[in-house]
């Protein structure tokens, strides 16, 4: 567009919608050594209405295709120290193509090590189609088979994304 006053005043481009950003605002329990969907059930904003709470699911609005900036930060706690490995996989439905993905990942040298919280983030840019999904997923092993849970409230565990305008 040819840059003059009026198009200052209109904006250039476009918005970055759909966007969401979401939060753990209780507590979420992981089961020993399985990948469970990680439900941010307290959103700060959805604009667009693509991200579900209750299933932990952002859904490509009608018309909405292009690509997405994703962000999740998640802390893993386990008061006595017992968790040796922690991983976050992002699954997506894309063109009707599950994948599950493995995005972060640590992992103690030894069962002897003591870590009582770790925390794993992660960035992607994806090319989506309406309909399509991402969710979040968690996974802890333990030296014990003891539960591990998700840090919740405020800002700890976050899951946030928005088009990208092209």
Do not use: C, W
Request: proline content about 1%; cysteine-free.
């Amino acid at each position: 567009r040819k840059m003059t006053k009026a198009n200052f005043v209109s904006g250039i481009g476009g918005v970055n919608t759909p966007a969401f950003s979401a939060r753990i605002s209780s507590s979420h329990a992981l089961a020993d050594a399985t990948a469970t969907d990680v439900v941010f059930n307290t959103e700060f904003f959805d604009v667009g209405s693509g991200y579900n709470t209750s299933n932990g699911i952002f859904t490509v609005p009608s018309n909405e295709g292009g690509k997405y900036f994703f962000s999740v930060n998640v802390i893993f706690q386990d008061g006595n120290g017992n968790t040796s490995d922690v991983l976050l996989y992002m699954h997506s439905t894309i063109s009707g193509s599950a994948s599950q993905d493995q995005i972060a990942r640590f992992e103690a040298t030894s069962n002897g090590a003591i870590h009582t919280q770790n925390e794993l983030s992660y960035n992607a840019i994806i090319a989506l189609s309406a309909g399509d999904t991402v969710k979040i997923q968690a996974y802890a092993d333990t030296n014990n088979g003891s539960a591990t849970s998700l840090q919740h409230g405020a800002r700890n565990s976050v899951f946030s994304g928005f088009k990208i305008i092209e």
